[in-house]
């Protein structure tokens, strides 16, 4: 596997991570433990070195599976985790309090099984604290040795500034990938001035770009793909155009749908690092075997010609949820 650094913070990690929210939380019921730290410890064994978590994705149950999954490797690889929303609970609201980020700090440590968190994001930008006061409260975290990076997720470019003004941001984590690429208007340019990395979450526009989806796909009542309007079935229906033509190209490259939209998220910057999840192993096989495709300028240029013409429907969030990114 090659490696990547988050933009000059000096944090390497492999070219693709693993995101590993939906082994616990988000996409119906929690994988078995045991099947789940196989997969987590197969995924370093075939090179990945780059895991995130959040304190939200269980509440706590994905910390702590991670922690298990990599205490016996856990100087070889990098921990992202994330604070931000009151108890943990997403549905409670954001919390980015000074007190709060240090006793989130406190406890991530304890269910990581570990000394340090490797890169701390804010989960989501609090409009009730100013980001100068959330990126100060890191600061002093790294500097005591509980944190070494700190990051951002879902922010926009002047918190971005402010915040990288006080304390040096090394990763912005929000969505990107073939059928959301608003990021590029302003957050990428924002980013490769800053000299910050871009980790790219929904790489795989939640499972859509892998085919295996379509208008007649039912998911789990806990799955909070029933809530996105890019998952109503009208919408699966007009965004298949999408999929379709990416299995097209794939097919000339002897690739997957998955493997080329991984491979273009990392044609377009050398400190992008995708973080695709997957609770199987053959799809962790797939989504790793990305990083070994090479898109040729030609090849970059047929997909943009090729989807140019393909208007993605369907808002990527529901209206409630519109207020929490792109701060």
């Known amino acids: 596997m090659q490696t990547r650094e988050l933009g000059r913070s000096g944090l390497k990690v492999s070219a693709i991570g693993l995101g590993c929210m939906g082994l616990s939380y988000g996409y119906g019921p929690a994988t078995d433990t045991q099947d789940a730290v196989k997969l987590i410890r197969t995924a370093f064994e075939r090179g990945v070195t780059f895991f995130d978590t959040a304190e939200a994705y269980g509440p706590f149950k994905n910390e702590e599976l991670l922690g298990e999954a990599l205490a016996p490797v856990r100087d070889e690889v990098v921990i992202a985790t994330k604070f931000g929303f009151l108890g943990g609970d997403v549905q409670r609201g954001m919390d980015s309090r000074p007190e709060t980020i240090r006793r989130v700090a406190d406890s991530a440590l304890n269910r990581l099984k570990t000394d340090r968190i490797d890169l701390f994001y804010q989960h989501r930008v609090d409009p009730k604290v100013p980001i100068e006061d959330v990126a100060g409260t890191v600061r002093d975290l790294i500097q005591q ?167 993605v429907q369907g808002d990527r969030y529901p209206a409630h949820m519109q207020a929490r990114v792109g701060r």
Request: avoid cysteine; charge should be negative.
């Open 145 to 311: 040795g509980k944190v070494k990076h700190f990051g951002l997720s879902e922010a926009g470019g002047q918190t971005i500034r402010s915040a990288h003004a006080v304390q040096p941001v090394a990763a912005l984590q929000s969505e990107y990938s073939l059928w959301w690429r608003e990021p590029e208007q302003e957050i990428l340019p924002t980013i490769e001035e800053l000299g910050i990395g871009f980790v790219p979450f929904s790489p795989l526009g939640k499972g859509f770009l892998t085919g295996a989806i379509n208008e007649t796909t039912t998911f789990d009542s806990s799955d909070f793909r029933n809530v996105v309007p890019r998952f109503a079935p009208e919408a699966r229906k007009a965004n298949q155009a999408l999929v379709d033509r990416l299995g097209e190209i794939a097919a000339r490259k002897g690739a997957t749908k998955a493997q080329v939209a991984l491979a273009w998220l990392l044609a377009q910057r050398p400190w992008i690092v995708p973080i695709p999840g997957t609770t199987k192993l053959s799809r962790l096989e797939e989504n790793i075997g990305a990083a070994d495709i090479e898109l040729t300028p030609d090849d970059l240029r047929e997909i943009a010609a090729a989807l140019s013409d393909i208007r």
